[in-house]
């Protein structure tokens, strides 16, 4: 895909030299030197920033008069590296489109990490240097962080949380209550792309097309879509849960029915196929490069024609809009002609998918 | 101590009915029904508030212009009930006194949860309301939240990440480069008390004392120390690697050198004993609940009494100053007469403190 970042370790090697700390000790998280050493060595120079630069308990950053978006996710995704990125690349994309879902231009990001004792040094390496390539593609700056390291056995080598701010422009009010009967639902594009990349790599499963996880930042398609129209009700990603969680979710905080056509929904052939095997419902898998836009009918062409001039929206289609009918409950009409209710994902499909 | 909060759980039951779900689940965290249900009965009413309702992807709120500070930390202790407090109550002071560190009036609080499948609900839903009345002690509210489960024996018990957002009065310049040779030096209490509670439970030793953690919220000790004087140079809570390694940081930050005495230097008999009993050096124990202060001399008495004024800082003392001799070096002046060099902590005294 056009854009999609791949880590470049050519003629660079571990900042922590690998033959005196192979693994990540209990040391590299207690507050004594080999920690200064972890962060002056491989996380300053790599996230790189004034602000970082003092380690201050906290960064400190101006802001003009306005509306702020503070937003946290913790990511716990097993395998840590996985065809089209890694756990770092999922934090750092993740943390911003949670930001760009509420209309907000990400601005700084913070990083907290919990190392299981024993990971290699290098693989610690690999995903600072992947966030730090991910936090540029989106234009932000991961401006403060901790590292706690815990016992081998009581962790899964990595789990990152992100916290991130961003800054909402004057006029944009995007949230999940704001739904409207005779919004246009658009989604940006293939779903379903991440969870059956991760699943596939779990179960082993090779499959002819190389099937790669969406991961991307969508601050920029939806600074494009907001140039388009101001008047975008509703912005969310449909990762953990999918695109069927996301939308019961809308329709219950907006009070209103949703009714979506199956023709119309994005899905390759190579992800249709592996979700056969796997035996999973594309409409509950993860995205974590995709968005759901409702917006009023009147501006829907103006945006989607924005999204399809992005390289993250360039497959964006109209997959369905808000009625008044059924409250609450999202419809699904058929290829084959009948329609049925598309309910929320009870239970646990796809574990630690982020 | 006074003002030591103690969660009370008289009348009141678990929200989630523990006889359904005695355990926390794989799909409390999959981010379809049951994780809607842990949101809706446990954490939205507990933590309510305007911006955490509406259960956007990050919560929205207003700013005037002016100087934001931005903080992180991940807590990973071990036990997570432990004599004072508990993982929450120490994920909420944690980051209430990282933003305070940066003489910010701390505001907003997100936290991100991992918890191990198979933790008892009514642990969690203790540490829930733990965290919630640490908030309102502290005047923060905790805004957006994430929440993770993993499988069992992939994590431990509950890990908690909170970052914090807080708001920096104008004329306040506090940071860890900033000590100047004269700045006196003032620590807010009694050391060492949060790292010996927690080694005195895991090693199960009684003691006659009860060793409590000093967990607190330091903001409001913050706020009366700014109205004593604005031109406190260093704020810095002497968490992992206790006040040893927190000066040590500040000497090497700021290029000074600083001289500390040890008989000025607050510290329990209970405390003093658990320490020659478990084998540790007090200065590098963690603390809770305690500051360090560096003040220029002309308001060092001010500020003092300002701290003992309130109840977080009854005990300060003024227990070194800074100098031009030695930068970057810590050197105390033992009680017997001699003086030696206070190094920065070497590996790991005390894994999963905090």
Request: glycine share 12%; charged share 20%; proline share 6%.
């Amino acid at each position: 895909m056009a854009n999609r970042q791949e880590v470049d370790f050519s003629g660079l090697s571990c900042p922590i030299p690998i033959t005196d700390y192979p693994r990540v000790l209990l040391a590299h998280g207690g507050g004594g030197k080999l920690s200064q050493d972890l962060i002056r060595k491989m996380f300053l120079p790599e996230f790189s920033n004034a602000m970082l630069e003092p380690l201050h308990d906290g960064a400190v950053f101006p802001v003009d008069a306005g509306r702020l978006a503070f937003s946290t996710d913790s990511y716990v995704i097993n395998p840590i590296f996985f065809p089209g990125g890694d756990i770092g690349k999922l934090a750092v994309n993740g943390t911003v489109n949670d930001l760009a879902m509420c209309g907000a231009k990400p601005l700084y990001l913070s990083v907290g990490l919990i190392i299981e004792e024993g990971l290699p040094m290098e693989d610690l390496w690999r995903v600072v240097r992947s966030m730090q390539l991910a936090a540029k593609e989106a234009g932000v700056a991961i401006v403060t962080g901790d590292t706690k390291v815990v016992e081998k056995g009581k962790g899964d080598k990595l789990f990152i949380t992100t916290s991130g701010v961003g800054v909402i422009a004057p006029g944009v009010v995007i949230g999940p209550t704001a739904a409207s009967v005779g919004d246009k639902i658009i989604l940006s594009g293939f779903i379903a792309e991440h969870g059956i990349a991760i699943m596939s790599v779990r179960e082993g499963l090779e499959f002819e097309a190389r099937l790669e996880s969406d991961s991307a930042p969508l601050n920029e398609l939806v600074n494009v879509m907001l140039q388009a129209s101001m008047s975008i009700h509703v912005l969310r990603d449909p990762t953990r849960g999918g695109v069927a969680s996301a939308l019961n979710e809308i329709a219950q905080a907006s009070k209103v029915g949703i009714t979506i056509s199956e023709d119309r929904i994005p899905l390759s052939e190579g992800v249709r196929g592996a979700c056969e095997i796997l035996g999973l419902d594309p409409l509950y898998v993860a995205n974590e490069g995709k968005l759901l836009a409702f917006v009023p009918p009147a501006d829907a062409e103006a945006v989607l024609q924005a999204m399809r001039s992005h390289p993250y929206g360039r497959d964006a289609v109209i997959v369905g809009e808000v009625v008044a009918n059924h409250p609450g409950t999202v419809v699904m009409k058929s290829t084959i002609g009948g329609s049925r209710v598309v309910d929320m994902l009870s239970g646990e499909q796809l574990p630690r998918i982020c």
